[in-house]
């Protein structure tokens, strides 16, 4: 029987079992979404382990009422919004909602080769300019989940979720033409 799956006839997972197979299938999303709420390397770092946390708490009073992916989401995306949250109490100001960007932040180096780096790094610097919900939207976009499981994490409508995505993707389109298809 594959890893992770339970048949009718047998037992759910025990919490360890559970907590450690979801860590083992989602921990690299667990790191990316860290990165895409926290700036600072070591507070990433930090969320990361308070997600794990977090994660393994939850399998205590899972019941399978969404699938596992899911359930991983909607824990990470909570306590990293938490985790903004918190930084915000700590200090004041500079998140923006998704109608208020009007600019992506600037790339780091200008003179730097235009690269998937450089691209990436701006996309996570317009990503951590958004308010904690339109920010959890486009991260579990970025990880493909669908309208429907991101509306499952979020408690979001699809049809919400598609607008939010749509809106972001228009702004990062506009933002990210290169200068010679402006003329």
Same mark, same amino acid.
């Given at each position: 029987?594959?890893?992770?799956?339970?048949?009718?006839?047998?037992?759910?997972?025990?919490? $360890? +079992?559970?907590?450690?197979? #979801? /860590?083992?299938?989602?921990?690299? =999303?667990? *790191?990316?979404? %860290?990165?895409?709420?926290? &700036?600072?390397?070591?507070?990433?770092?930090?969320?990361?382990?308070?997600?794990?946390?977090?994660?393994?708490?939850?399998?205590?009073?899972?019941?399978?009422?969404?699938?596992?992916?899911?359930?991983?989401?909607?824990?990470?995306?909570?306590?990293?919004?938490?985790?903004?949250?918190?930084?915000?109490?700590?200090?004041?100001?500079?998140?923006?909602?998704? $109608? +208020?960007?009007?600019?992506? #932040? /600037?790339?780091?180096?200008?003179? =730097?080769? *235009?690269?998937? %780096?450089?691209?990436?790094? &701006?996309?996570?610097?317009?990503?951590?300019?958004?308010?904690?919900?339109?920010?959890?939207?486009?991260?579990?976009?970025?990880?493909?989940?669908?309208?429907?499981?991101?509306?499952?994490?979020?408690?979001?409508?699809?049809?919400?979720?598609?607008?939010?995505?749509?809106?972001?993707?228009?702004?990062?389109?506009?933002?990210?033409?290169?200068?010679?298809?402006?003329?």
């Amino acid at each position: 029987m594959a890893r992770g799956h339970t048949t009718l006839n047998s037992p759910p997972p025990s919490q $360890d +079992e559970a907590y450690r197979e #979801a /860590a083992e299938t989602y921990g690299g =999303a667990i *790191v990316r979404l %860290a990165r895409g709420y926290e &700036r600072d390397a070591d507070l990433a770092r930090d969320l990361v382990q308070d997600i794990h946390a977090a994660l393994w708490r939850s399998f205590a009073y899972f019941e399978r009422q969404c699938s596992v992916r899911s359930w991983v989401y909607r824990i990470a995306h909570n306590v990293a919004v938490s985790h903004v949250q918190a930084a915000l109490r700590r200090k004041s100001g500079g998140l923006v909602e998704l $109608d +208020e960007i009007d600019t992506l #932040a /600037a790339p780091d180096n200008p003179e =730097a080769d *235009v690269g998937e %780096a450089q691209a990436s790094q &701006r996309l996570l610097s317009t990503i951590h300019r958004l308010k904690p919900a339109d920010r959890q939207v486009m991260l579990l976009y970025l990880e493909d989940l669908t309208a429907a499981e991101i509306g499952e994490v979020t408690g979001l409508s699809p049809g919400a979720v598609a607008t939010r995505i749509s809106r972001v993707k228009s702004l990062l389109a506009e933002s990210f033409q290169s200068p010679e298809t402006e003329r």
